[in-house]
Structure formats: structure tokens, C-alpha cells
T-cell receptor, first 113, second 116 residues
Framework: AQSVSQHNHHVILSEAASLELGCNYSYGGTVNLFWYVQYPGQHLQLLLKYFSGDPLVKGIKGFEAEFIKSKFSFNLRKPSVQWSDTAEYFCAVNAEYGNKLVFGAGTILRVKS | EAQVTQNPRYLITVTGKKLTVTCSQNMNHEYMSWYRQDPGLGLRQIYYSMNVEVTDKGDVPEGYKVSRKEKRNFPLILESPSPNQTSLYFC???????????????FGPGTRLTVL
């Protein structure tokens, strides 16, 4: 069965610090990869996704993620975080031809102003 | 506006009292799904539907039922709610899944359910 592991459950950063959130998945076949963000009190919104092609994917609000197939990883990055990036971030994986989107446990990011 | 709507947004109920949470999407999506979100566990899939009259179990289906009689609606039914079903529930939809063109899932605003 597929599983998704997010390395850190809580991350606290100061504004302007760089961010990297780890995500590893367990599935040997072709996958589709997503990062979703949930701002306080709101529903999940798509940050970025990878289906195929360039493994470096750019999303909204200055976020990017790199798919490294050999490491089964899809880490999320942002060079300089803002207070408004305070949210919970979820990595999700959908196996090609699969019917299910499997989520990681989430990483709560708090950015101090 | 393209969206997924859920009702109610907040619900407090008692053990054993049947309830239904509605979900509706206006994007003509084939695929719909229900998730529950619990702290430290992320989102776990309850049920999903590939199309009208086609539903299947996700990872945590016990205690839940669904139906898909129309393409736009996918209600979640708790026949006899218990306190361990206290959670935040999200409905989601996408154009299709299970193919090379799997599309992004769009989420509703969530329903916070408390079962006393």
C-alpha cells in the first residue's frame, strides 16, 4: 500500500528564512505528486503538482518542489517565508492509474514576524 | 464560480442519531471523495466515487455510508454516529482519476462534526 511520510510535524521559522519541508512516499510505480496548503480555518488549496516532465515544479506564492525519483522524495521549498505562509502543509501521492489520493500527516508551519 | 460546497459546516450531535453531510460540486466532475482530517494523521479517505452509482471504500469506511445518485452530489451518511467519528470532514472532486490524466482534487470548506 502507498504511504506518505512528512519529516517534520511542526516547523517554526522567522520571516525571510528559507523553508524546506520533506516528503517521502513508498510506491514503486509512476506517481502523481501534490502539495496542498491549509490556512487557519480554511479548506485545502493546491500549491503545486507534479505529473511528468521537469522534476522542478513551481507553484503559487513562490513555492517550488523537486521530485527526486531515486529518493522517492518531493520536497517543498520557498527561499524566503512570510508571516502569511503560516499554515499546515500536506504532501499527497496518487499512483498512476490509482483511485486514491494518499496524504501525509501534515507539517504545521509557523512564521514569526 | 467553480466550487465544492458542504453542509452543514458545523454540527454537534449525540451518539446514535443518524446524520447526513451533503456535498455538491458544480464542475461536472466525475470523481468525488470524502476524507476525514484528524490531528497528526493528515487526511484519510473514507469513500470515493468514480461516477454516478459507482462507489468504493477508502481507508477508513467503517461507520459511514455514501450514495451517488446524481453526478453533482455525494452525501456522507452516519447511520449511528459515535464519539470516535468526531472529526473534520472534507469532500473533494476532480475531473477524473485512475488514468494518466489524473486531475487535481478540489476540496470543499469542511464540516466540523462533534459527536457527544
Amino acid at each position: 500500500a502507498q504511504s506518505v511520510s512528512q519529516h517534520n510535524h511542526h516547523v517554526i521559522l522567522s520571516e525571510a528564512a528559507s523553508l524546506e519541508l520533506g516528503c517521502n512516499y513508498s510506491y514503486g510505480g509512476t506517481v502523481n505528486l501534490f502539495w496542498y496548503v491549509q490556512y487557519p480555518g480554511q479548506h485545502l488549496q493546491l500549491l503545486l503538482k507534479y505529473f511528468s516532465g521537469d522534476p522542478l515544479v513551481k507553484g503559487i506564492k513562490g513555492f517550488e518542489a523537486e521530485f527526486i525519483k531515486s529518493k522517492f522524495s518531493f520536497n517543498l521549498r520557498k527561499p524566503s517565508v512570510q508571516w502569511s505562509d503560516t499554515a499546515e502543509y500536506f504532501c499527497a501521492v496518487n499512483a498512476e492509474y490509482g483511485n486514491k489520493l494518499v496524504f501525509g500527516a501534515g507539517t504545521i508551519l509557523r512564521v514569526k514576524s | 464560480e467553480a466550487q465544492v460546497t458542504q453542509n452543514p459546516r458545523y454540527l454537534i450531535t449525540v451518539t446514535g442519531k443518524k446524520l447526513t453531510v451533503t456535498c455538491s460540486q458544480n464542475m461536472n466532475h466525475e470523481y468525488m471523495s470524502w476524507y476525514r482530517q484528524d490531528p497528526g494523521l493528515g487526511l484519510r479517505q473514507i469513500y470515493y466515487s468514480m461516477n454516478v452509482e459507482v462507489t468504493d471504500k477508502g481507508d477508513v469506511p467503517e461507520g459511514y455510508k455514501v450514495s451517488r445518485k446524481e453526478k453533482r452530489n455525494f452525501p456522507l451518511i452516519l447511520e449511528s454516529p459515535s464519539p470516535n467519528q468526531t472529526s473534520l470532514y472534507f469532500c473533494a472532486s476532480s475531473k477524473k482519476t485512475g488514468t494518466k490524466d489524473t486531475d487535481t482534487q478540489y476540496f470543499g470548506p469542511g464540516t466540523r462534526l462533534t459527536v457527544l
